[in-house]
């Protein structure tokens, strides 16, 4: 038996907690032609946009770069953000050293360092949706057109 559906205020806290605090996000991306693709990425968060990093030939880099949209899926499949975002495509020098600075001592990992070239995708969130199980799917919106709902 399932919990009370949680208020979506908690879901929001709960959302903010994720993006404050969790590593990894899956990344959806499709090419020009639809062909989907889906892979973990490592994140940081400023409080306003997700900032990854990926191979600039990668499927996924190249899809980013092509079409700037995202879908994420942050969590768990019992309890799942879903963000729809909007991403800019950075150079890999771009990016101020402190915040690339910042991305690494978060996630483990220097993208400026590989000799194989690398971009930064600032995602900035235009929904985003969150909910555990079925009862507390009505109420999953949270935010809508990049801002929030609740």
Do not use: K
Not at 36 to 53: I, K, N, Q, R, T
Not at 82 to 91: F, N, P, R, S
């Amino acid at each position: 038996m399932s919990a009370e559906p949680r208020s979506r205020a908690q879901r929001r806290r709960d959302t903010e907690h994720r993006l404050t605090h969790d590593v990894d996000v899956w990344v959806a991306s499709a090419s020009a032609d639809g062909a989907p693709y889906l892979v973990p990425l490592s994140f940081d968060w400023d409080g306003e946009a997700m900032l990854v990093a990926t191979s600039a030939d990668s499927p996924t880099g190249r899809n980013l770069a092509t079409t700037r949209v995202a879908r994420l899926g942050l969590g768990h499949t019992r309890d799942v953000s879903m963000i729809d975002g909007d991403v800019e495509v950075l150079e890999i020098d771009a990016v101020p050293q402190e915040r690339g600075n910042r991305f690494t001592a978060r996630t483990g990992f220097d993208p400026r360092t590989p000799a194989t070239p690398y971009r930064w995708f600032r995602i900035t969130p235009r929904r985003i949706q969150a909910w555990r199980e079925v009862n507390e799917m009505p109420d999953r919106e949270l935010m809508r057109d990049g801002c929030w709902l609740v």
